[in-house]
Nanobody
Framework: QVRLVESGGGLVHPGGSLRLSCAAS????????MGWYRQAPGKQRDLVASITSGYITSGGSTNYADSVKGRFTISRDNAKNTVYLQMNSLRPEDTAVYYC?????????WGQGTQVTVSS
């Protein structure tokens, strides 16, 4: 079992920035993928960005939704089993509950979600 603890959501004005963090603990395989999904009211949960475990300390391949490319950056610290999502130039359409996801040979795990609201 893997436990995910998220932090960093909140209210921000359009054009502002937020940084989300997600720490994983429990029975973790060294080869894994961590990512962020988001779900707005009445919509499905969609991938925002993901990153593989890759290199020893800093993670490997990344993948981004087209809508966030150039504005969001995903990174990870393998020593801390933590993934980050730096969100810049935020827009009202980025408003959603953001969920951390962890995937390894042991299964697929989700965080509790953190609200991000972009509004003036």
């Amino acid at each position: 079992q893997v436990r995910l603890v998220e932090s960093g959501g909140g209210l921000v004005h359009p054009g502002g920035s937020l940084r989300l963090s997600c720490a994983a603990s429990g029975s973790i395989f060294s080869r894994n993928v961590m990512g962020w999904y988001r779900q707005a009211p009445g919509k499905q949960r969609d991938l925002v960005a993901s990153i593989t475990s890759g290199y020893i300390t800093s993670g490997g391949s990344t993948n981004y939704a087209d809508s966030v490319k150039g504005r969001f950056t995903i990174s990870r610290d393998n020593a801390k089993n933590t993934v980050y999502l730096q969100m810049n130039s935020l827009r009202p359409e980025d408003t959603a509950v953001y969920y951390c996801n962890f995937h390894d040979p042991g299964g697929d795990f989700w965080g509790q979600g953190t609200q991000v609201t972009v509004s003036s």
